[in-house]
């Protein structure tokens, strides 16, 4: 593979590490050899490579191929990725101060200073479109591969799922978006304008509809996409329409169909030791302990920017005053997930609030980086009790989240008062419940509350500023693609 023609941004060691290990897997190789120096506005691949023609033929193709398809979670999910910036950083949970890398762009995505011109935005447009093209030309030669039934329906269900994902950021992070289905031509790809979110939207709810009848109530593997994932993502994307009903009814059959629970314990949920529990809908996968496994990177890019511990933390995320005020007295989740200062090997402690519920202390250091092997949640239990209870009014299942911390239910004496509808109180049990998981600012523009929320402590947001710009390269690249208002 040519490294030149592919561009990296930031200066972040550790993300250009990790995508280096996804780039280094047998697939994901093949595919980079698809990649044109003169990469087309989608950044796509020509369906017509030979190399991708003469692949597509066994079972262990198709395994290569959808490893390759699961490992670009760790683009999108990585904790300088797309969703971390928008999930946290536009929202009130966290900041950053000095951090490694292009500071100035980094901060754009703080301050709501966006400009089409910012490298991050651009990257992040590329890394979707990346991760897209690889499930679609998966979903394309399984069509016409001869495999068990079984087998071609479950390797679907997983990359509609996964594709879904995908496109339900980008609408929330862009509005209109182009909408790829299918592997095309750089020429055709020009002819590919945005597509009106509410196209984007029913895209998402097709193919999860379809994904969840393909897809099985345990994983095949583990870290692999469920019914039960497929179901509370459809829920949650039909409440991001406004559909209440649709939404209730798919997140529902997720609480009765039993898989899943809440633990006894909060804390438990960040134990290194604990993954793909009972809690767990969907989560990403990985494994510590060396410097060849796709080990997880969350403790060191949350860890405030110092080397007090041996390694550079990139000082992603760092908690606000505002977001620690929010806990109530008692509440042992400000405990689990918020770390409060740091000593270093001569004892000395540095007062700091970040992250805490993906520190690894055990993890070994190899060369200045943690291999840390905590996995990330992107959907687990709580998140779709909570969500039933925004989208009903029922108070019932935010209660029982509110049981498993000890604290008050709602109803009952000694709820705080401030918060006195259901909305207000599912708004605050989702900000210290789901802390640092990338859901904040999703949360408030589903609920139209991010201006009145964030204007009121500060943040400079508009109406326009609900989306981030269209990068300048892509309408440079084709003329034709809109820019949204604002920018």
């Known amino acids: 593979m040519d490294t030149k023609c592919v561009r990296r941004t930031g200066g972040n060691k550790k993300y250009e590490k990790m995508k280096k290990y996804i780039k280094s897997i047998a697939l994901a190789a093949l595919i980079a050899t698809t990649w044109s120096c003169k990469d087309s506005f989608l950044e796509l691949a020509p369906v017509s490579n030979p190399s991708a023609e003469n ?166 593997i583990a870290g692999r996409a469920t019914k039960g994932a497929a179901q509370a993502l459809l829920g949650k994307v039909y409440l991001a329409t406004g559909d209440k009903t649709n939404g209730v009814k798919e997140l529902k059959e997720v609480v009765d169909s039993k898989q899943y629970d809440l633990l006894p314990s909060f804390a438990a949920l960040w134990d290194v030791k604990n993954k793909n529990t009972k809690e767990s809908i969907f989560e990403i996968q990985y494994l510590g302990g060396s410097a060849t496994n796709p080990y997880s990177n969350y403790y060191l890019e949350f860890f405030p920017n110092s080397n007090a511990l041996g390694f550079y933390g990139a000082g992603m995320n760092q908690v606000v005053e505002d977001l620690w005020n929010e806990y109530e007295k008692g509440d042992g989740r400000r405990e689990a997930s918020i770390d409060t200062g740091y000593s270093d090997a001569k004892g000395n402690f540095t007062k700091a609030k970040f992250p805490k519920k993906w520190t690894d202390k055990s993890a070994p250091l190899i060369n200045q980086n943690i291999a840390a092997n905590n996995n990330f949640i992107v959907l687990r239990y709580a998140d779709v009790l909570l969500l039933l209870s925004e989208a009903t009014g029922d108070a019932t299942y935010l209660n029982l989240v509110r049981k498993r911390a000890g604290l008050s239910l709602y109803g009952e004496s000694g709820y705080p008062a401030q918060y006195n509808t259901v909305a207000l109180a599912v708004e605050h049990e989702r900000r210290v419940e789901l802390a640092f998981e990338f859901q904040r600012w999703f949360d408030l523009k589903r609920t139209n509350r991010v201006i009145p929320v964030l204007t009121a402590k500060g943040k400079p947001v508009t109406q326009n500023k609900l989306v981030l710009p269209i990068p300048n390269i892509v309408r440079d690249q084709n003329a034709k693609i809109t820019q949204n208002a604002g920018y």
């Open 55 to 220: 692949f597509y033929k066994t079972k262990t193709d198709f395994d290569l191929a959808s490893n390759a398809a699961y490992n670009t979670l760790y683009t999108v999910y990585h904790p300088q990725g797309p969703v971390s910036y928008a999930g946290e950083l536009m929202a009130d949970n966290v900041t950053i101060f000095n951090i490694s890398g292009n500071q100035a762009d980094k901060w754009q995505f703080r301050d709501y200073t966006l400009a089409p011109a910012n490298t991050m935005v651009y990257q992040f447009w590329q890394d979707f479109y990346k991760s897209i093209y690889n499930i679609n030309i998966i979903l394309e030669k399984i069509e016409t591969a001869e495999l068990d039934q079984a087998y071609k329906a479950q390797t679907k269900g997983e990359m509609l799922f996964l594709r879904s994902l995908y496109y339900f950021q980008m609408v929330q992070i862009w509005g209109d978006v182009p909408l790829v289905t299918k592997p095309v031509t750089a020429a055709e790809a020009y002819n590919i304008l945005r597509s009106p979110a509410t196209e984007v939207y029913a895209q998402i709810i097709k193919d999860l509809s379809d994904a969840k009848s393909k897809l099985g109530v345990t994983p095949a």
